[in-house]
C-alpha cells in the first residue's frame, strides 16, 4: 500500500509560479510510476504530467509544456510538479497518483491504470 499527500497548492496570481508535492510513504515508491492529474469544478479529470520510477521519462499536455516540469527524488519518496506562468485556466484541484511499473522508463496518461492516489492540493489562478 501507498499513501500519497499532495501540499503546495494555494491561491496565486496570472504569471506566478507553483510547487506542488506529492509526498509517498508505505512501500518503497522507487519502484512507482507517478502522475499528475487535475480537475476544475464541473470538468473532467485530466491528465497534466507524468514521471517514470527512474526519472528517465516525463510526459506532459500540450498546455503544459513549456511551463510545467515534473520530477521526482527517490530517496525523498517525493514528486514534484513545478508550475510556471500560471493561468487562469490551470485552477483545479491537482492530485498525484502512483502504479508499479517494472520498467524504469514506462509513463502512463490515462487516470485509471494508476493504482493510488492522494487527496488533492487546491490551485486557484486569480486574474
Known amino acids: 500500500q501507498v499513501q500519497l499527500v499532495e501540499s503546495g497548492g494555494g491561491l496565486v496570481q496570472v504569471g506566478d509560479s507553483l510547487r506542488l508535492s506529492c509526498a509517498a510513504s508505505?512501500?518503497?515508491?522507487?519502484?512507482?510510476?507517478v502522475g499528475w492529474f487535475r480537475q476544475a469544478p464541473g470538468k473532467d479529470r485530466e491528465f497534466v504530467a507524468a514521471?517514470?520510477?527512474?526519472?528517465?521519462?516525463?510526459y506532459y499536455v500540450d498546455s503544459a509544456k513549456g511551463r510545467f516540469t515534473i520530477s521526482r527524488d527517490n530517496a525523498k519518496n517525493t514528486v514534484y510538479l513545478q508550475m510556471s506562468s500560471l493561468k487562469p485556466e490551470d485552477t483545479a484541484a491537482y492530485f498525484c497518483a502512483a502504479r508499479s511499473s517494472a520498467s524504469a522508463d514506462s509513463v502512463w496518461t490515462v487516470s485509471n491504470v494508476y493504482t493510488f492516489w492522494g487527496l488533492g492540493t487546491q490551485v486557484t489562478v486569480s486574474s
Open positions: 514521471i517514470s520510477w527512474s526519472g528517465g521519462t516525463t
Open positions: 508505505g512501500r518503497t515508491f522507487s519502484r512507482y510510476a
